[in-house]
């Protein structure tokens, strides 16, 4: 099998996983009709998280063009799913956002977003294991994290994580009332990051903004 068939192999998908409460919950990757379930999910994250996002996830439309354009190649989403009678319910959304051409094809951003009522139960840390191993997979070496500056919480995370800034991209964000921010930029060696996570045990509160 070729490197690429591997990197896009899902057929250990839908993966289940239990909790730290023995809640049982399944991974796979985004698909087209997850977009009613995608957007409830985004909404019914508390304002204060999501008004760090480099997208307006309050926008259906914004929901819409990622399930109708999904390229695994370039955004790898793995959702975190618990089944509910005849449907499902989104609980996890975690990306891992490539570059397959140029040179920065070793280098990857990993996104990661939790559902309030899902924080502390050991699904932030099965969710960033799930987009590490894909990482690996693609021969993935550094990562990115751009935030912006106002973000205290995820600064103080991420350089708990190891992360050192390493540039600074003036005005370069603006939040939803039109104010300008400054966007910062950190990088991590992959190995060092998860040695990093695993040695902190940082679960629940850890999401990088998408």
């Known amino acids: ?5 591997d990197m896009m192999d899902f057929s250990e998908y ?3 996983v239990q909790l730290d409460d023995g809640t049982e919950v399944w991974l796979r990757p985004l698909r087209p009709d997850d977009r009613d379930r995608l957007y409830a999910f985004f909404q019914q994250l508390p304002t204060r998280d999501r008004r760090y996002f480099k997208h307006d996830v309050s926008q259906r439309e914004v929901i819409t063009n990622w399930c109708q354009n999904i390229d695994y190649d370039n955004v790898l989403p793995i ?6 009678e005849d449907h499902e319910r989104v609980v996890a959304d975690a990306t891992l ?4 051409h140029g040179w920065a094809t070793h280098v990857a951003k990993i996104r990661c977003v939790i559902a309030k009522e899902m924080r502390k139960k050991g699904l932030a840390i099965i969710m960033l294991r799930e987009v590490y191993d894909r990482a690996v997979m693609r021969g993935i070496q550094k990562i990115q994290a751009e935030i912006r500056d ?3 919480h995820a600064i103080a995370l991420i350089k708990r ?3 050192k800034k390493e540039a ?3 005005n370069h964000a603006m939040d939803m009332q039109g104010k300008l921010h400054d966007m910062l930029i950190f990088y991590n060696d992959l190995s060092d990051l998860w040695q990093k996570m695993d040695d902190l045990n940082i679960d629940s509160d850890f999401f990088v903004v998408p």
Do not use: I, Q, Y
């Open 1 to 5: 099998m070729s490197e690429h068939s």
């Open 14 to 16: 839908p993966k289940r």
């Open 79 to 84: 959702l975190a799913v618990v089944k509910e």
């Open 97 to 100: 956002h490539t570059e397959r």
């Open 150 to 152: 106002d973000n205290a």
């Open 161 to 163: 994580l190891g992360f």
């Open 168 to 170: 600074v991209f003036k």
